[in-house]
């Protein structure tokens, strides 16, 4: 059941922005819409789930680009992970993804269809007044995915192939490294690489380096930073 609401005195809305600056900026536009609301903040995906277990937010507001806790470099995919964490143990939270790095968020398409509460998508250059539009679809319980890039283009990529690809092109590992970091055989991770080239269109051509091609598509796709 999703959670839908229309009073704006009972909202409970948490941001999530590692900038200050940001989070300020965020909450100035929301509480013009929703001035009866309150305002709970998160620097970090650390301080988020501690924020949404005890508070239960009937909203929440994140950028994707986070760090991990304090002290940490942020990276969109610790936002990915954040997200995919909180879809799965509160599967009717509403979600609005307000981020530069929207097109990450096609590694986690499944998670994103399966999702009972709304879900809508605000890149950071939209306007105010689009922001909040995808902030009240959020509120209604819609889902609202059509400006991420590639996520309806039919594209299915297992977890162990995005695995393999993070540790070969964000930790530079070998493939026998990776076999070993994923407790497979090198086989298997070759076995990965032929079903993640033919997910990607990506096939031998004369004078191309497949791994170099396999990493350009993965990047356009936004299956890896």
């Not at 900038?19 to 909450?27: K, Q, R």
């Not at 509480?31 to 998160?42: G, H, M, Q, V």
């Not at 301080?47 to 909203?59: H, R």
């Not at 690489?193 to 091609?213: C, F, H, T």
């Amino acid at each position: 059941m999703r959670q839908v609401l229309s009073r704006t005195a009972l909202l409970k809305i948490l941001v999530i922005d590692d900038h200050e600056s940001v989070l300020g900026g965020t909450i100035d536009v929301l509480r013009n819409k929703y001035p009866d609301a309150e305002f709970i903040t998160a620097l970090t995906a650390q301080q988020a789930l501690s924020q949404v277990s005890s508070i239960q937010p009937d909203l929440v507001v994140m950028d994707l680009s986070l760090p991990e806790s304090s002290g940490k470099t942020a990276r969109p995919e610790t936002g990915v992970k954040l997200l995919r964490t909180l879809m799965l143990h509160y599967s009717s939270l509403n979600i609005v993804v307000q981020s530069a790095h929207v097109r990450t968020l096609v590694r986690i398409r499944p998670d994103i269809d399966v999702h009972k509460g709304g879900f809508t998508v605000a890149d950071k250059s939209l306007a105010s007044q689009e922001m909040l539009t995808r902030v009240d679809w959020a509120l209604q319980g819609l889902t609202h995915t059509k400006d991420i890039k590639g996520i309806h283009s039919g594209l299915e990529v297992k977890p162990e192939w995005l695995r393999v690809l993070t540790l070969a092109f964000e930790e530079g590992l070998t493939d026998k490294a990776i076999a070993e970091r994923m407790c497979v055989g090198e086989r298997m991770v070759r076995h990965y690489w032929s079903k993640l080239q033919d997910a990607l269109d990506v096939y031998p051509e004369e004078g191309k380096n497949m791994r170099i091609q396999t990493e350009m598509r993965a990047r356009e796709e936004g299956l890896i930073d």
